[in-house]
């Protein structure tokens, strides 16, 4: 049964359709249409209850790569893990990844995800060269930042409503090998963290801070500033970082949540402990930018009745007050998890017309469900990221209103003309109830 | 003696399965041969599995009607004539027919053995005889933990699939000390386009990259029954232990 990452909500599919070819037509079907790659993203931009979901990952071949230009042609339902362990070894990178490499190209293209790059290379969609788009009418639709595109801009960031993405042309980075020189910089509270932003970020290529949640008054926001930037050749005969999977899985739901006031405190304060040690290093790149890949099915931690994620974005003239305001309240509830990750955004503008990032910065944080009480909190967030003129991530999001999306998403009107008509999920029923 | 084959044919290199496991064996050196029916889902593989490899792998694609059991014997002699180094055989191919179809017309029930067991067994004969002479290799074939018992939800492809695991059993044992290992593969529920109307949850359900490293271990260490995962073989065998007066009245 397909679900989301934090597997909530929990809805019924009226069909499961594996697609395959990708020169194939729409499946015929009288239900509404989505395509499901991973499940990675979190709430219900990849559910459709009651409707056909288009399980795309048996569309993953290559298609065609140019190793003097890394332009890559491939099929949407590929994994970005599954890119990376080939396009490394050969001196190219993905111009993008996010926190983990287990979504598919046309998952990363529908959410328009972005990285610790943000800042210097923007979202997933500015490297998109160009993409094949099914609609349901039967055409089979080119579209590039010159082809159809207003269509290409709706695609990107555009949930999968816009219809079936089958190939994609995307450019890929050069990259020496597969290692990364990384420097974690702790910081004892939230002002410390604009200074080394304002210092530092702008150095590295890959930035991206962890925060304790959980630290109050004069440590509130304090974290650790983890900065990398892609190796240069290294010598020959000396011993680099090598990786192997020894990755792990929760083989089950686990009744209870692993997650307590206890649990997150003590793992806040070792985190900060360990990290604040790392000085500068040479890193493989697979524990850098996916340390959560490592444990196969963590969502399991969160026990049966799952979790929420809470990403909001807010513009950079009320960034520092609005965080400070954000996290206090976190920090008060005693409710936040390991997870929050604070990132500022850069000013290369998103490609799509519901694209997430935009400038400014980005805080993103794990909830345990604990029912009206998790709610209550959110509503209060909600409203400081009102007031602050931000706006709610979809790709994480299982239950904002209405009005915060269209005020966060001001291109929603002209974004929904171009909706194809067989297509909708969940997410898109409930913004438009 | 512990080695993967040099150069090995993939029957049904087109399925899920085969071809994570093709991407594995890649990876691994291994040269290719890829045999299904579609010439344009051929191109489609071999063009992946050459990208992946940096444009170091030899990928060979052959397209052929594996349910045309008399032109069998035939496509083995002209694959041994082109690939003269052939060590190593994975049949995959095979469908999951419709039972309650089956149930009511004779002809579906028949395709259904001919594609999961016939067609099969008309290319081991070929390969078993050629690969004993030549004293070496590794011939893999994919059956099934439905051909471990029958049971009246799909017993029609359990049947061919017992079929096959049978036979392979007869050949393992007649090649016994040859040079050649015979391996059953029997996967469990996948997670793969055949299997899309079953209510794909819980814990026995596969993913086809792992049922594919199973796959490549086996071949490896020359095998002589896999289940894959493993858990299924402890499951399969209580099945099998259920007394038949008992079995009769479960569904399971």
Redesign the interface.
Known sequence: ?PTSWNRLPRVTHAR???L??R?AGLPDTDSPLLAWGNGRSYGDVCLNDGGTLL?TQ?MD?????D?NTGVLDCEAGIMLGDILR?CL??GWMLPVVPGTQWITVGGAIANDVHGKNHHVAGTFGRHVLEMELLRSDGERLLTSPTVNAELFAATIGGLGLTGLITRVRLRMIPANNELMLTEGIPFGHLDAFWELNDRIGGEWPYTVSWIDCVARGRRLGRGVFLAGRHAPPQPAGVRLPQWRDHSRSI??DLPFSLLNRHSVRGFNALYYRVARSSGRRLQHYQPYFFPLDGIRNWNRVYGRKGFYQYQCVLPREHAREGIRALLRRIATSGQGSFLAVLKTFGDMPSPGLLSFPRPGVTLALDFSNHGSLTHRLFADLDDMVSSAGGALYPGKDARMSVTMFRRGFPQWERFATFVDPAFSSTFWRRMNP | MNATPRRIVIFGATSRIATETARLWLARGVHLVVVARSPERLRMLSDDLSIRSGGLAEVDAVAADLEDLDALPALWDSLTQRFDDLDGVLIAHGNLPDQARCESDSQAMLRAIRVNALSAMTLLTAIANDFEKRKRGVIGVIGSVAGDRGRKSNYVYGAAKGMLTLFLQGLRNRLHGSGVAVVTLKPGFVITPMTQDFERDGLLWARPEAVARGIVQAFARRRDVVYLPWFWRPILWVIRMIPEPVFKRLSL
Request: glycine letters at 4%; hydrophobic letters at 45%; zero cysteines.
């Open positions: 049964m499961l359709i594996e395959q070819d020169n399980l048996g071949r290559l298609i065609t790569f190793r080939w070894p050969q083989p089950f």
